[in-house]
């Protein structure tokens, strides 16, 4: 699982984050609102833990707003705050779940399996994923841009994949190399860079608008221009 965490209180948000790396999680934290949005929106996530109390914009508003672009990324509210009325407000806002601290990180960690579960078979008929007019069918396997089909080898089709679940982030040779080779990157190779100018010239070559950009001496990014 892919999981983003919006907790401002440091302590907490280490001890969440260390615990669902160890059940081979991938974790993002962001400590305020307003970044926690903005990572949301701009991020693929398989669920999303939000506390409510936060800097710049509090839960509530975060996860109406996401739900208001049409995220449909689950959402667990683990918050102190547990009243009934803070629970309604929650599941009216958009939340899939609330959670109330203290708690155990067995059932935290049960409650995030259960809704991605949930998550995986609504979404098996459009399990999609856009960025600008380019599209990768997970199911089907199978990339378009506009109204063109593109062909992709097996290994072009996970880099996409890639890519575009960190759509708008630098991912450097060493990610791409442990996420889509599931191997350690040997700088002495240029199977990466070759890789993606490969895929460049399927996805960027013939369309105005480029979508895989080079950060020197960093890596690669995803994003419209």
Known sequence: MKILVVEDEPKLASFVKK??????CEVDVAYDGQVG???????LYDVIVLDINLPKMNGFDVVQSIRQEKNRTPVLMLTAMGSVDDKLTGFEAGADDYLVKPFEFRELMARLRALTKRSSDAGMQSNVLKVADLELDLNEKIARRGDKRIELTAKEFGLLDYLMRNRGRVVSRVDIAEKVWDIHFDTGTNVIDVYVNFLRKKIDKDFPTKLIHTVIGMGYMLKEE
């Not at 615990?19 to 081979?24: I, N, R, T, Y």
């Open 19 to 24: 615990g669902l790396e160890e059940q081979s």
């Open 37 to 43: 949005r903005n990572m949301a929106l701009n991020n």
